[in-house]
Structures are given as C-alpha cells and as structure tokens.
C-alpha cells in the first residue's frame, strides 16, 4: 500500500461575488479532484489550533500528523533546518530578515520593505557576511539564506519577548516592537551595529544609486529551539519523501525525517515545475511507502489578491500534480491511499491566511467504502460535516486515517 499526502498551499477562499458566490474551489475545473471527492471521504480537519496563528509552519505541521500543541516550537528552527544548519539545545534559532527602515522623527520607526526590495541572495550573501564579520559575539551567529530570509543563532538565554513578522507591518508604524528591542542593551546593541555596518556597505550604496530599497537594518523574529519529533518512520514505519519548492516545507520535512526531493525549477509560483514534482512522487514511491506533496501556487496568488492565477492555481494542481500522480499509480497497478487538501484558506479578499478547518477528500484506490458523491469545495466540506452531525479532526486524526487499512 502506498499513502500520499497532496496539499494545495493556501487553496481554499471565501465565497466571491464575481464567480456568483462560489469560492475559486468551487468554480474552477478540477475533473481529479472532484472524483475522488465523489468515490472518497469528505471531511474537514482543523489544521490550525486554537491559539495559534494560521501560518504555512503550523498548518502542515499538522498535515504531517504532528500536534502543533505538542511539537511546533517556531518558524525559524524549521527555515534553519532547511539550511542544514545544526541547532544545539541550548541555542535559539531567530529569522533574521535583512529589511528596509525609516526612522523618522520622535523615535518613530516605519517598515518600508519587509524584504529590501526582494534583495538578492548575492547581494545579501555579502551582508550577511559582514554583519557576521563585524557583529557576531560569542552568542550571535549570522548564516546567511536565499534573498532576504537569513537565520541568527543565539547561544543560551535571553529575554523572551514579543517578536512580530514583518511582512505584517508593510508600510506601517513598528515603533513599539522595535523598542522592545531596544530596552535591552545587548539586542540593542546588536541591533544598532547591524545597521551601521549595513548603512554604509558597497552593496547598499550600489543600491542606493540604483534607486533600489536598501537593506539597512535587520528584523529579527520566529525564534524558537529546534523540536525534538519522533520521526514519521519512528511513529509509523513508514519510509518517506517530501517534494516542496519552499524553504520552510523542507525544513518540516527534515525534522519529520523525511527525505527531501529537490525539484529543478520548482518555484512556488504558477510557473513551476509540475511535471518534475508529480514524476518526482510517482518514482519515489517505487522504493518508498509514503510521499507529501506541497504546491505553494495557490498561496502566493492569495496573497497577491489575484482571482485568476489562483484560478490556474487550483486547476494546476488538479490536472498536473493529482491527475498524473493518481494515472501514475493506477497504470502501475499499484494500491494506495490519498490525501487531497490544503493546509489553510488564503481568502484572495483578505490577502492573508485564515484558521478556517480545510476540506480533505480521504480516496482509497480499492474504494472499499461508499463515497461521499460530493464535488470538493469548502461548502461540500461543510455539509458533509454538518450531515453527519460531526467536528472537524486534527491533523493527526487525519494522519491516522490515512494509515488505517
Ligand atoms: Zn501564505
């Protein structure tokens, strides 16, 4: 028997006046997934618990069967792991953003660009090495990612405050998380060499001259330890692959002990390499029991607020991730048992994620059970619930049935 986990990042949406208040879902071609709605179970699953924030981190964290109660420690641990970066237990791992400030008056603090501008990871490699040349003390270690995403490594304690995402404060005042900051002196201290050394760098001048967004300050968030997880092969006997063309999915693929299938040309946009990830599933599961396959498209549509590539999004997904995996695996005779879902809503009115439970279509390739005759959407997903009078299950619950025989 082979199981397989396919999530469309961000996929689900709210009911849209413009398709007749039907969501993206609901109105676009997907003939795959729609079948095996119909000859499958339907169900809702609570990916995001509550008190936590409907992030990609948590949300998949429990589409891998893990609590995020029990195991979700941050966000950077995970972006560090992607980065084969070793954490040890008594270091923190921060997510160290390479941003564009102003300081205007009265210690007013504006977050220009959460990502200078999508600055380069050649440029930014440069950055990091100074700020790790000039700046790094016995605790701080910078290492430096792709374009504006890097990690700092802090060895052993420090005061625990509030940190807060950038990409949350576009344009907008962040003068009080900046301060926190800046009440302790050796954040404040780090924080302050940062951005003289970025300040006068030939990277930024060159970009100052070019009328680009310089990086000239660093923000410093997602921290957390590395968490200790039983592996999926631990908890389940299952030898398993992860096919994502983002940073963060990989690292929870790591940690979950999973190997990781690194795509040519798999970019996380409606561009990527479909054809690479579905052969990519199809051929690692000759050897292996289990695969998870995440496509980010949908996601990144969302939150560019645009109904038409989340509509190519979803049909994408549909027709060149889950139509040619299940052909794949019907062609070789071969049983197996899927999961079709989303980790969260990304509603395109919105333009960010929702903690909403996600419809998951659980298809047995035997269809040993009555199926639910329903198309997929949130509002079947709903009904199906609302039928059988029953709650939406956790991430594990959903793991656990994909696993029963
Ligand atoms: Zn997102």
Redesign the pocket.
Known sequence: MKYLILVG??LGDLPIADLHDRTPLDFAETPMLDALCRNGRLFLTQTVPEGFSPG?DVANLSLLGYRPEDYYTGRAPLEAASMAIDLAEDETAFRCNLVTLNHGVENRVEMIDYSAGHISSDESRQLIEALEKECSTKRFHFKAGISYRHILLVKGDYPVMDTVPPHDFIEQEVTAPWLRYMQNPEWAQLLNKASNVLATHPVNLQRAEKGLNKANAIWLWGEGKLPSMPSISERFGLRGSLISAVDLLKGLGIVAGLEILNIPDATGYIDTNYRGKADAALKCLQTQDFVFVHVEAP?EA??QGLLKDKLQAIEDFDAKIVTPIVSGLRSRGEEFRLIATMDHY?PLSLRT?TSDPVPTILYDSRELEKGSGQNFSEKTGQQTMNTLNKTPSDGETMLKQLLQQ
């Open positions: 990042d961000g990609s996601d969302g939150h990304t994620h």
